[in-house]
């Protein structure tokens, strides 16, 4: 991290303590001449008729300004214009990105002066929601990565305040922010550790140690277990690397954490492809961005971060986390195309590509989580380039068949900003996925990729259970599309399943 944060809702009687700076986001209106005047009388502050022209004028967005007496040291005027381009991912990206500049400053103290909420209303549903985006920027502008770095820095504290017309509302935006974004963090933190050391075996002991002491339990099931469990598919994928595969499974039980005070109301598994890196296999992956293949275990982190972010906000609801792990590696021993592998409900794999090899590695993992019997079942998979190149970088492609739960998640995503598009799950697309020599193959082909991706899932899916497949092959992984999905792997998914979990 590059902060420790102390974040609080500011107190009415404002007290600047040393290295204070004070970030004010200011609605341009058409009265905003008179109201830079008011502002800058509010904060004892001196204004050049420069830094004031500068800050009106039509393309004007930021002036910061020093002050000699520290009360406080500087004061930043941010203009926000409600324009066709606004979106609710406003002040959580922007902040984000302001956060970030802070990291060469010797600022101990953050004041930040919410905007009013009614100018907002039609782009948040609710008061409270509007401030935790405020919240939830602070906490991605803070994130950093350097384990590995020789001269890392400890991270340097920093103090925030937040300035709302609602004090109650506030602070449990910022309790509600803390909850889900230690999941997103811890699935950020998994995201970008190295293939290296990352493997299925320590992917597992990691998943364990996080729900230490939180009253959620899993179970890891090794190489001979697998094999015994007749998992082929996760086995088939994983028994080219000298690091065998897990199955991770996680269980939470809302009622059973709420001790009877909130029965669970519903039971939901979620799916995650855990492949600690993927190589391609026999059909290796050109050299190119290969590294970002590290990543390629994103479902698997967001899975585990949701369950953690659940269990912290003890939601009354159940939840099952089933996770393949596994390294996608080529040797003697690997899988190779034209090989045939038998799934775990039975069902006979023609390997066509080896570097199709996600959707293999779930099989399983859905035929468990099926066998859980659900009330709905959701997988994240970083499954296809197909999905980027459809949807672009920053949203995931959504499958299902269920209207509702179609509804739900893309509602859940347009809240959250971890966006979500319906793609097609006709059956015409199942003659894609059919083989002469087994019940299904693994790669349809090029056109339409992701889409007969999804239908090979299909195969493994109780077909009385809601599911939706989530391709998040785009947004999980570090794009430029934002300030704060820029220099890492972004924990996308986190925050869209607890809003969904929270409505079950």
């Known amino acids: 991290m590059i902060f420790k944060l102390n974040i609080n809702s500011g107190e009415k009687k404002i007290t600047y303590k040393p290295l204070s700076l004070s970030l004010k986001y200011v609605v341009d209106e058409k009265k905003l001449d008179e109201s830079i005047v008011h502002i800058v009388k509010v904060f004892n502050a001196k204004l050049s008729e420069l830094q004031k022209k500068n800050f ?100 340097k504290e920093l103090s925030v305040f937040f300035h709302a017309e609602d004090d109650a509302k506030m602070k449990t935006a910022i309790a509600n922010a803390k909850t889900v974004m230690e999941g997103v963090n811890f699935a950020k933190d998994l995201q970008n550790e190295p293939g290296l050391v990352l493997t299925p075996v320590e992917l597992a002991k990691r998943i364990v140690n996080k729900f230490k002491n939180t009253g959620v339990s899993v179970k890891i099931f090794n190489e001979n277990e697998i094999k015994k469990r007749k998992m082929g598919g996760l086995n088939a994928v994983g028994m080219g690397s000298d690091n065998p595969p897990r199955m991770i499974v996680i269980e939470y039980d809302g009622g059973k954490i709420n001790k009877g005070k909130k029965k669970a109301s519903k039971k939901a598994a979620l799916v995650g492809k855990g492949i600690t890196f993927d190589s391609g296999g026999i059909s290796i992956k050109p050299s190119e961005k290969m590294g970002e293949m590290k990543a390629d275990m994103s479902g698997a982190a967001v899975v585990a971060g949701t369950i953690f972010s659940a269990a912290k906000a003890k939601l009354p609801v159940s939840l099952i986390g089933v996770i393949s792990a596994a390294e996608n590696m080529p040797s003697g021993k690997s899988i190779k195309p034209g090989d045939i592998i038998i799934a775990s409900n039975g069902k006979s794999i023609e390997i066509e ?42 949203v995931a492609g959504m499958f299902t068949k269920n209207e509702n739960l179609s509804l739900n998640l893309y509602k859940a995503g347009l809240k959250t900003y971890d966006r ?33 991706a999804a239908k090979f899932l299909e195969n493994f899916v109780d077909k009385k259970i809601p599911w939706a497949h989530l391709d998040i092959a785009g947004p999980a992984i570090a794009n430029s599309f934002n300030n704060y999905t820029k220099k890492y792997m972004t924990g996308f998914g986190v925050r869209l399943l607890f809003e969904y979990l929270k409505s079950l």
């Open 56 to 155: 009106l004028a039509q393309d004007g967005c930021e002036i910061r300004i020093s002050k000699h007496d520290g009360k406080p040291d500087a004061v930043v005027l941010s203009k926000v214009k409600i324009e066709d381009s606004f979106n609710a991912d406003y002040f959580r990206n922007h902040i984000a990105g302001y956060v970030q500049k802070l990291e060469k400053e010797q600022v101990k103290n953050l004041h930040v002066f919410l905007p009013k909420y009614f100018p907002f209303k039609k782009y948040f549903e609710s008061e409270e929601y509007f401030y935790q985006t405020f919240v939830e920027g602070i906490y991605y502008g803070s994130y950093s990565f350097n384990t590995y770095k020789s001269d890392k820095k400890s991270p």
């Open 420 to 452: 979500v598009w319906p793609m097609p799950m006709w059956d015409d697309y199942n003659e894609l996925n059919k083989s002469d020599v087994a019940d299904v193959k693994n790669y349809g082909g090029r056109w339409g990729d992701a889409v007969n």
């Open 353 to 394: 590509d080896t570097d199709a090899e996600g959707r293999v590695a779930l099989s399983d993992a859905l035929v468990f989580a099926s066998n859980q019997k659900p009330d709905v079942m959701i997988d994240l998979a970083t499954l296809t380039g197909s999905v980027v190149a459809a949807l672009g970088e920053f």
